[in-house]
């Protein structure tokens, strides 16, 4: 009956590996070993592992809880309705052994070599004695009670030397697990635990889930938490790094340690998972000025500018943002290619901060490199909207509008100037003589008309037929012209006249000139 047991195990066995990749929980796990590969997959309860190294081969099932004894040459105890079956193949030589519990609690052994069975002996505890400590280290059975025991014999370090000897990260992770989760550690034992996660276990993968896992324990005190960050940023996959740090960003940090968090986002490669951080980061309310500082500082190295603006963006959110942030953020604004994202981070900082000299003067500064006339004007548009332009600003705005190429938005800020503003006779006759400037008739002409419908002064028409001098077109020129005539009579003044009389007279074509001869008259 246990030979038809045992030949059964080993048939289930073999089935299981053969179709280990369709198991309903299976991973691989590469070790840092050349030429050798673990592969370990659980169902229902049942541990399947196989091992191969070199010539050599190791496969396991088992269930249930192992104990092994303190020199892990024999098996202590197995639970009830538990198993382990062992088979080790080397150049062709297989021996299989079964270890299944008794009644009373002792364990029955099957031992077979190749395809025969053999009486329990020497011979099959040698071969157990043998090979289950390559097991042990390979599967992770007993890892709590042999980290127990080695805690109680040499503390971490004793637990980490063992460690070194596992072949693979996914059976360390279980040791560390077992040590951060059953004892409470020293800063200097956190310290050293940090350090050793990232350098001894090659995979972000299970580096990040220790890191996850046991964060808070690591954010005890300054030392330990330099140490874990100091850790982290060595890691080299950012999407890792992101998980631990908006982890870590969930606990109540102080500005050093967020400073760490932040020096470890900022060694991110990807815009993506930094940004992911430096926005969660910018979402705690306990932020000082530093840090917002150093934030924005970070966002002037991340080379998305897509990215760079949503950073900047909620930046801008923050109530009294520090004079050094603010200039740190105009540098950051600095080094944007896109005018498109350029313009959302000053409209979402115009939206949320007092627009001031300080800001009116960066926004000037800036926009003066912009290449979109469009941007340049919703800027613009944004800017003055509910403010005066300072004869301080005035000449920077009249050199944007003179460096557009587009006749139709430099049309649009200067006729919202000559509509809107409360201008001295000084810069109403700048913005006029831009408006002279301008290429197209049509949109020299329509700011025209629509400057005459206002109150005029003397000064102001005076301007006003200067800039309508400069209108090529014998049509725009007599359509201004006509527009002005009861304007020019109204101020009944001879100089007016005299001026008006000198424009129409330039005016070619008899047709139009007829129209605004005897107007004023």
């Known amino acids: 009956m246990k030979t038809q047991k045992m030949k059964n195990r080993s048939l289930v066995m073999g089935v299981a590996i053969a179709i280990l990749a369709l198991l309903s929980f299976s991973h691989d796990v590469q070790s840092q070993v050349s030429k050798t590969s673990t592969s370990i997959s659980v169902n229902r309860g049942v541990h399947t592992v196989s091992h191969k190294s070199g010539n050599q081969r190791l496969n396991l099932e088992y269930e249930g809880e192992i104990v092994f004894t303190d020199d892990d040459k024999a098996i202590k105890s197995i639970s009830r309705g538990g198993y382990l079956l062992i088979r080790k193949t080397t150049f062709g030589d297989r021996r299989e052994v079964l270890a299944e519990p008794n009644s009373d609690g002792t364990i029955n052994y099957e031992y077979r070599v190749g395809r025969s069975r053999q009486d329990w002996g020497k011979e099959g505890q040698d071969f157990l004695a043998n090979v289950l400590i390559e097991v042990i280290r390979t599967t992770g059975m007993g890892a709590e009670s042999r980290v127990e025991r080695f805690y109680k014999k040499g503390g971490v370090s004793a637990v980490m030397e063992e460690v070194n000897l596992i072949r693979n990260d996914h059976v360390s992770k279980i040791y560390l697990d077992a040590l951060m989760e059953n004892h ?311 100089q007016v006249k005299d001026e008006f009389r000198s424009v129409a007279r330039t005016i070619r074509s008899d047709t139009y000139y007829g129209r605004v001869a005897r107007c004023i008259d």
């Not at 220790?210 to 954010?219: E, Q, S, T």
């Not at 005890?220 to 850790?231: G, H, I, R, V, Y």
């Not at 005066?388 to 649009?412: C, G, I, N, P, W």
């Open 184 to 494: 409470d550690l020293k800063s200097k034992e956190l310290v050293n635990v940090a350090a050793y996660i990232t350098k001894e276990i090659d995979s972000d993968y299970y580096i990040s889930e220790l890191f996850k896992d046991h964060g808070d324990k690591f954010l005890k005190n300054a030392e330990s938490t330099s140490a874990f960050l100091d850790a982290v940023a060595r890691m080299d996959s950012d999407h890792y790094v992101s998980i631990i740090l908006k982890r870590m960003l969930r606990e109540d940090l102080d500005s050093d340690a967020m400073a760490k968090v932040l020096k470890a986002a900022s060694g991110m490669d990807s815009d993506h998972y930094k940004t992911e951080v430096l926005k969660q980061l910018l979402n705690r309310r306990d932020l000082d000025d530093k840090t917002v500082d150093l934030i924005v500082k970070s966002a002037s190295d991340i080379d998305s500018d897509h990215y760079a603006t949503i950073i900047l963006k909620d930046a801008l959110d923050r109530p009294n943002l520090s004079d050094e942030a603010f200039n740190n953020l105009m540098n950051a604004i600095s080094r944007i290619d896109s005018d498109h994202y350029v313009t959302e981070t000053f409209r979402s900082m115009l939206r949320q901060r007092e627009v001031s000299d300080k800001v009116v003067a960066a926004v000037m500064d800036r926009i003066e490199y912009m290449d979109s006339d469009h941007y340049r004007r919703v800027i613009l548009n944004d800017l003055f909207q509910n403010k005066q332009v300072s004869e301080k600003h005035f000449e920077s705005l009249l050199r944007t509008v003179a460096d557009m190429d587009s006749d139709h938005y430099a049309s649009e800020i200067l006729s919202s100037l000559l509509k809107d503003q409360q201008l001295s006779q000084e810069l109403y006759t700048k913005v006029l003589d831009r408006v002279a400037n301008i290429d197209s008739d049509h949109y020299k002409v329509k700011i025209l008309k629509d400057v005459i419908k206002g109150d005029l002064t003397k000064n102001h028409m005076m301007s006003l037929l200067k800039a309508a001098d400069n209108i090529d077109s014998d049509y725009y020129k007599s359509e201004v012209l006509r527009g002005a005539c009861d304007s020019v009579r109204k101020l009944n003044d001879d």
